[in-house]
């Protein structure tokens, strides 16, 4: 089975953004470079040193707002630019304590009341993924064509938060490729584990808004919320889009 690389997407902040990419060099055993860079901790959290859990970082399964922000990082000066439809732009380098108090100020309205309010800006060493090793999602354009139809609307595919789509796969073939090798360019990648979805993939990301239960319809017609599958880079290398990939 083949077919052709058809998005890079990287999410500098957790949750708070993404940024489409034309090419990017995968390193093995690493995520892909600068995603989940850092995360948005909550006043509720329990942080400890390097990786931690969701549940302590503002997202958009409890924040849907914070699903229409995109984002542009300047890899050299470590500069993120942020936008939102109701918030406008704003630029902060996420390590700066003195950058932190203006991005709450932006932040707290797409937060909703009643919740715990963002707190501080962390960072891990390694992307903030949702498991707990470092991981790659790999994302099916013909899984999400399929959804689609069975929902009667067209689902944006930054609804999932994705890092590489691919073209050319049969509806929902990836769940049965765990334990095999995905050859992109010059990367290779093991694919380790299926991507149980959260409320975040509800969410209309153009406007923030909830438009489409998509756990539902996945249910109904499955019996499961998958979607995707995570996978662990074994070989680095650049891929850019449009390039085949093959399975091992």
Sequence with gaps: ?????????????KGHGREDLASVRL??????????????????????????????FARGAKAPALMAITSRLDEASGVVT??????????????????????????????PQGRAQPKQIVSAGRGMTDSD??????LSTASLADLSVRMGQDLSP???????WLDGAE?????????????????ALR?????TRCKATTVDPETGLVAGDTLGALDQAF??????????????????????????
């Design 1 to 13: 089975m083949t077919g052709r690389l058809a998005q890079i997407c990287r999410h500098p902040i």
């Design 191 to 195: 694919l380790e584990e299926r991507i």
């Design 82 to 111: 942020l936008a939102h439809p109701d918030r406008g732009e704003i630029s902060l380098d996420p390590d700066a304590p003195q950058d932190l108090p203006r991005f709450l100020d932006w932040v707290r309205p797409l937060n």
């Design 27 to 56: 390193l093995a055993g690493e995520c892909l470079p600068w995603d989940r860079h850092w995360a948005v901790a909550h006043e509720a959290a329990q942080i400890q040193d390097g990786w931690n859990p969701c549940v302590n």
């Design 158 to 164: 930054h609804r999932f938060r994705g890092n590489l």
């Design 223 to 248: 019996g499961h919320q998958d979607f995707g599958v995570y996978a662990v880079v074994i070989e680095g290398g650049p891929i850019a889009v449009g390039d085949e990939w093959s399975l091992i």
């Design 171 to 187: 509806p929902w073939a990836e769940f049965g490729w765990i334990g095999r090798t995905l050859r992109i360019g010059g990367a």
């Design 133 to 138: 090793f470092p991981s790659i999602s790999v």
